[in-house]
Structure formats: C-alpha cells, structure tokens
C-alpha cells in the first residue's frame, strides 16, 4: 500500500523567510505532485515531478524530487503572506491504475 | 469555461437518507475520481473510473457507489448516510496514457450527515 506522510503538517512562518515542506513516500513512484488549496476552495496545480532529480520553480516555489529517496520537498524563499494556504503533495503508480494518493497536507501560514 | 462542475455546493442530510452527488466535466478526460477530505487526513480516494463504462474501488469505499455511463458524468450515491459520511468531497478528472498529467478539481460538496 502506498503512502504518502509529509512534514511539517502546520507551518507558520515570519514574511521574507525561508522554509521547506517534506514529502515522504513508502514505495517507488512515477510521479510526483503538488497542489496548493486555499481555505474553503477547491485544489490547484502547481508542479509535476516525473523524473529524478526533478526540479520546477515558479515564483517563491521551488519543488524538488529524489526518486532514490523517495523524497519530495517545496522550498519556500522570502515567504509572503499570499503563500498562506494548505500544500499537498500526491503520488501515483501506473501499477496502481492512476490513482493519486495525497499527503495529509501542510498548512502553511505567512505572517507579516 | 471548461472544467468540472459539481453539486450540490453544499448540502445537510438526514442519517438514512439516499443522497447523490453530482458531478459532470466538459474536457472530455477520460478519467475521474472522487475523494473526500477531512481535517488531518488530507484527501482520500472512494471511487475512481478510468474510462467510461469502468469503475473501481479507492482507499475508502464503503458505503459508497458510483456510476460512469459516459465520459462527462461521475456521480456518486450514499445509498444511506450515515454521520461518518460528513465531510467535503472532490470530483476531478484527467487525460491518462502517456502524458502525466495532473488532476483537475471541482469545487467541491460540503455534506453533513446528522
């Protein structure tokens, strides 16, 4: 069974820091997701990881997979408060007939 | 604007009730899914349909059924609630094959059970 455990699960942080999410999983993986969700809204793409040593950055993001590892994280650089929300990292196998299997989420706070 | 639509966006439910949760999208992906999120658990998988006419079981299936008689639609039925079954939950759906591509989300159902 797959599994996905990330770290920290409540993160608050000062504006202009630097931080990152770990996601761990517990079985050789195809690919690596992300997603941001806002409160009460729905969930939103933000990378794909499909290789290792993968590396997608767009904007104060950074995500980062090692396949070996099996490990993904998202770097945070110079946080601010618009980065408030919850992050989820996901994992599939095509074994596992695409299914995504989600992290419990880390719910990121920005505080000025 | 394409994408996935789902209702109702909220919903209370008497214990006993049969309640179906609609949802349809226009991107003409062949694969769908439902999960329900609840607080520290993240997002669980109930059912997923990986072409129409084909269903299966995720992580959490009971007391849950699902139908997928063409591409656009993918409700999901509790044929009788039960108080455990409150919770949010998520359609979406995406093209499989040799792209990886993400899922896409609906808004999601907030039910309550009582």
Redesign the interface.
């Known amino acids: 069974e797959l599994k996905?455990e990330q770290n920290p699960?409540f993160l608050s942080m000062q504006e202009g820091k630097n931080y990152t999410i770990y996601c761990n999983y517990s079985t050789t993986s195809?690919?690596l997701?992300w997603?941001r969700q806002d409160p009460g809204?729905?969930?939103?793409?933000l990378f794909?990881l499909?290789s290792n040593g993968a590396v997608k950055q767009e904007g104060r993001l950074m995500a980062s997979l090692d396949t070996k590892a099996r490990l993904s994280t998202l770097h945070i650089t110079a946080a601010v408060h618009d980065l408030s929300a919850t992050y989820?990292c996901?994992v599939d196998k095509e074994t596992s007939?695409?299914?995504?299997?989600?992290?419990?989420?880390t719910q990121l706070t920005v505080n000025p | 604007i394409a994408g996935i639509t789902q209702a109702p966006t909220s919903q209370i439910l008497a214990a006993g009730r049969r309640m179906t949760l609609r949802c349809t999208q226009d991107m003409r992906h062949n694969?769908m899914?439902w999960?329900r999120q609840d607080l520290?658990?993240?997002?669980?998988?109930i059912h997923?349909s990986?072409t129409a006419g084909t269903t299966?079981k995720?992580?959490v299936p009971d007391g849950y059924s699902v139908s997928r008689a063409n591409t656009d639609d993918f409700p999901l039925t509790l044929a009788s609630a039960v108080p455990s079954q409150t919770s949010v939950y998520?359609c979406a759906s995406?093209r499989?094959g040799t792209a990886?591509?993400?899922?896409?989300?609906?808004?999601?159902t907030r039910l309550t059970v009582t």
Not at chain 1, 41 to 45: G, R, T
Not at chain 1, 97 to 105: A, N, Y
Not at chain 2, 40 to 45: E, F, K, N, Q, T
């Open positions: 996905v699960l195809d690919r997701y997603y809204k729905s969930l939103e793409s794909v499909l989820f996901a007939g695409s299914r995504l299997t989600f992290g419990e989420g | 694969a899914y999960y520290g658990l993240g997002l669980r998988l997923y990986n299966g995720g992580e998520f995406r499989t990886h591509l993400p899922l896409h989300f609906g808004n999601g």
